[in-house]
């Protein structure tokens, strides 16, 4: 084959895995149910300012660690932290985002499971003729059942971890790439249809006409975790990623295409649903439910809506899919690179996984009465701390690590720009990022 064809194969399979760690139930579930329960537009303008002063550079931080280290994120940050001198601690920071990535993914394997009852259950029809009372009361009905709810976590992560023990994730990767612009073409078919319904100008002002008053340092809090949650940042998850990066390639244009289609798909996520929320009358802080009691409604009102239903759940399993096995490969690598076996240390990962996930699944039924917490649920503390606390936390270490312990040419030549761009983006690190993950992390906890 020819070089330049080759590089530019490899460039694109780069950002293809990026976007596929990215683009997820971040997207089209987690963020319009947060913006709903956090006051719309406010909410909507502090994340996006986080995705653009935290997120994207911190992104590219964690990104350039694993590609100037070139090994797994624990012996990256270990063999850089010797480099500069510093202390072989820094290590533990790649143990640390592992437990993060352990705790999204019990939840995450639940909702996923979700689609897969909702992909089921929409291609047999069953949501043709219900009105949205009764597809409300439906979706209860199944959160309460724990055996339904336990069966799709089960059948998911097993899905999830065969593809990382098989270690085929970049076929299947592949496959999602070809298929996501099917997903984003639903998304935009749905939009379309929004903008004929009576909610639409009630649901873009909702979204777009920001309503300062509601800015409380809760909201600010759920912002800045929602930021770092769905551009995969803060678990050292993308930080595997960076280790293959391609030589010529430029970071910053990599990571920007990615958080550019990551806040695209959320914003037309976003537009659906609330237009159906407020056509309906329903309340936009519904919770958790949000997308998988709306979009069946909307999908009810178009032709061939059980088809569209069923394509959609489809996929959206599969770009979920993606994202649980950036979420697994993590802890599999570390425990690989302790000298399990590949497909061991996946099933230990999984049944671990699973076990955790268990919480998360008996929390609307056998153990709703549990709270251990605030007042808060299994299902909701792990949902809300790991990605609120843990990831920001990780995020910020990867900031200081990057700006401030590295050394500087091999960060400056692993962000793969000249020196003003490098300039431009340690500044903004240094003195933007940093300060400010650590004030909202501050102002959030105290
Ligand atoms: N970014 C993914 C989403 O939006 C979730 C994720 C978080 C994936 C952290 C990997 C690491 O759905
Ligand atoms: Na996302």
Redesign the pocket.
């Known amino acids: 084959m020819n070089a330049t064809l080759e590089r530019w194969s490899t460039r694109r399979a780069f950002i293809l895995a990026v976007t596929g760690?990215?683009?997820?139930?971040?997207?089209i579930w987690?963020f319009p149910y947060i913006t709903g329960e956090n006051g719309g537009a406010a909410f909507l303008v502090l994340y996006v300012a986080f995705v653009l002063l935290l997120g994207l550079p911190i992104m590219m931080a964690e990104i350039l660690i694993g590609r100037a280290g070139r090994r797994s994120p624990v012996e990256s940050l270990g063999h850089l932290a010797a480099l500069a001198g510093a202390s072989r601690h820094w290590r533990f920071l790649g143990l640390f985002g592992a437990f993060t990535?352990f705790c999204?993914l019990s939840f995450?394997s639940v909702v996923s499971g979700w689609s897969i009852e909702f992909f089921v259950t929409a291609i047999n029809g069953g949501f043709v003729g219900r009105d949205p009372a009764e597809i409300g009361a439906g979706f209860e009905a199944f959160l309460a059942d724990p055996w339904r709810m336990v069966f799709n976590h089960t059948l998911f992560l097993f899905m999830t971890m065969t593809v990382v023990a098989a270690g085929v994730a970049k076929g299947l990767e592949r496959l999602n790439n070809l298929l996501m612009p099917l997903l984003y073409l639903l998304l935009m078919l749905l939009a379309g249809y929004a903008a004929t319904t009576d909610g639409f100008g009630t649901a873009l002002a909702w979204l777009f006409r920001p309503d300062l008053a509601a800015i409380t340092p809760m909201v600010v809090m759920h912002a800045m975790g929602h930021a770092f949650?769905?551009?995969?940042?803060?678990?050292c998850?993308l930080m595997a990623y960076g280790a293959y990066m391609p030589e010529r390639q430029s970071l910053p244009h990599a990571a920007g295409a990615v958080a550019l289609l990551?806040v695209g798909v959320a914003l037309l996520a976003g537009i659906a649903i609330f237009s159906v929320v407020f056509s309906q009358g329903m309340d936009p802080g519904e919770g958790p439910g949000l997308m998988f009691v709306t979009l069946p409604i909307a999908f009810a009102e178009l032709p061939w809506g059980a088809l569209w239903l069923s394509t959609f759940f489809l996929l959206l399993l599969l770009a979920?899919w993606t994202?649980s096995i950036?979420?697994a490969e993590p802890m599999v690598a570390t425990l690989q690179g302790r000298g399990l076996g590949r497909g061991r240390s996946a099933t230990l990962v999984g049944v671990l996984v699973w076990l955790m996930g268990l919480l998360s699944a008996l929390s609307f039924s056998t153990l709703s009465g549990w709270r251990p917490l605030f007042g808060m649920n299994a299902f909701d503390l792990v949902t809300t701390i790991p990605t609120e606390i843990f990831?920001p936390v990780g995020g910020l270490l990867i900031a200081v690590f990057s700006a401030w312990v590295m050394p500087r040419h091999e960060a400056q030549a692993a962000l793969g720009v000249g020196e003003s761009g490098f300039f431009l983006w340690r500044t903004v690190v240094r003195w933007v990022s940093i300060p400010l993950a650590a004030l909202v992390l501050a102002a959030g906890l105290l």
Request: aromatic letters at 8%.
């Open positions: 760690a990215a683009v997820g139930l971040g997207n987690r990535v999204i995450y949650f769905t551009l995969a940042v803060g678990a998850a990551d979920t994202s950036n979420l990831l």
